[in-house]
């Protein structure tokens, strides 16, 4: 368990150096893509699937970001008024719903690379798998972030949350 | 088999699994149930955010953010107190012409919530306004400000629906300026009815060094809006310029953005975008096994069937969005509602950027709604209260908006004059 802690802090270090790096990456090639088409007019041909790809990726690694951070939009009202034990339980089930979709995400994306390896993008000429690669990797950091997180109904004291 | 997958989204949801994660899982069972491919799963979600239009989120999101913390903001409400401080309710009224300027610089209506309630909250509360008045007030004055460009949710709609962001962004100022005039309106009568006090007037020399000071921050909504329509760049061009423009301001113009400060926003754009770029892809994984099913064409025929025309549809979508919008947020309730719902209303001739712009409008009051809305939930903890103590202030506000929304939802030339005029 200290094990899979330390790994995720490693992770979730690696995670924020990364969605940083393909942020910037994005608002670059994207002002890139301006500038080259007024000071040279010259319509840059790969910056839109550069900015594009770079952007899948941003959005998967920010959305298991913010599974770590459990961040995720949500609906909590209904789950806060119910009694602690029934609560938890609650809890416990929403937990494992995000958990199993994580996996589903790591097994389906690796069909999804496995499928799509001969393809290539247009512009770049690269594989579509490395595109969809972001898939499985994001479904793993999610999986990782759920087991080493606190966990269903952790953090609540026992007593709270009768009223 | 529709019915059931979204009956499984609603238990989910309510079940506090988060929206996106809710979205994909009831799908993905529909797709098992019906033997479809697995990888249709991961391929319709990356699809879902594989678009150009749709960079314009994060980077709109990482301007608003820069905006905020170049001290900014606070050029602005000084501007907005020079300029109506010392209306009757002088304060209520800064935080809706405060919240005009920097809409028009910010994407979010939640970043707009956390920004001007920050700063305003703290001068209502210390000028004798309650807490849930001066929270009521900053919240109505943000659902307002969802209609001043740019906005995320517009930029969602214009994507998903196939409709010129540029015309909605210029479609939405009318709409914005009739509920703020409105607004401002109303806390003038209710601080004559119970004495708020005003401020002093402002001189000209005052106003005047104000409206210096604010000059360049202002000078990007004039850079966006004028930049998008004459063809200078695309939207999401527009988004680049500006946090390039904003990180100028705030880095070697006003010197108020430590590196640290800019890396750690910067990160946090990633992961708000991921939350909303990832109930974006559950959303296009949901439609697409709907529209395999035929449930939009089931759900059209019928709700053509019910009659009522161009006013019954509206009035219809106004109803729909305002609680969905409530619990589902903003975009994911765009998102998921208009691929189903905007083909109907073309089919009524009703025009896609009226449509959009009323629907906009509508997630302006919803996401402030009463007990749940999102926005609202930021606004109160900004303001330190709850919303149950907010709701009774806020009502006769949301009221005043929600007839507004309806006005310019059966009048479509206060929409559409000004995109109109100017040749979208």
Redesign the interface.
Known sequence: MRGLKALNRRLVALETYAVGGLVVTVAVVVLLQVGMRYLFSYPNPWSEEVSRFCFIWMSLLGASLAVEQRAHFGFDQVTKGLAPRAKRAVEAFAWAVVLMFSLLLIATGLALMDLTMGERSSALNLPMALVYAAVPVSGVLMVIHMLAGPGPGAGDPPTEGTG | MGGLMLGTFGA???????????L??AA?IAIVMADLP??I???Q??AG????P??AV??FI?AGFLMDVGGISRRLVTLARALVGHLPGGLGQVVIMAEIFFSGVSGSTSADAAAIGGIMVPQLTENGYSRARSTAIVSAACGMGILIPPAIVMVVYGVIGNVSVGALFVASITPALLMAVGLMTQIGWQARREGWPAGERASFAEVRRAAIDALLPLLMIVVILGGIRFGL?TP??A???A??YALLLAGPVYRALPLREL?SK??Q???????V???V?AAHLLGWVLAVMQVPQALVSSLVGMGGGQAGFMILTILVFLPLGA???GV?AVVMLVPILLPLARELGIDPVHYGTVIVATQGISVFLP??G?SLLVACSVGGVEPAEVARPLWPYLALMLALTVVIALVPEVVLFLPNLLGY
């Open positions: 989910l949801v309510l079940a506090a699994v988060p929206i996106g994660f809710a994909a899982t993905s697995l990888v799963i991961p391929q979600i990356v955010m594989d678009s150009f749709m960079l994060p980077l990482l760049f999401t061009e988004a680049a310029v946090v390039a890396w910067i990160i754009t990633a992961v708000v975008s991921g939350m770029l990832f109930v892809g619990i589902l947020e994911p007990p749940v999102v």
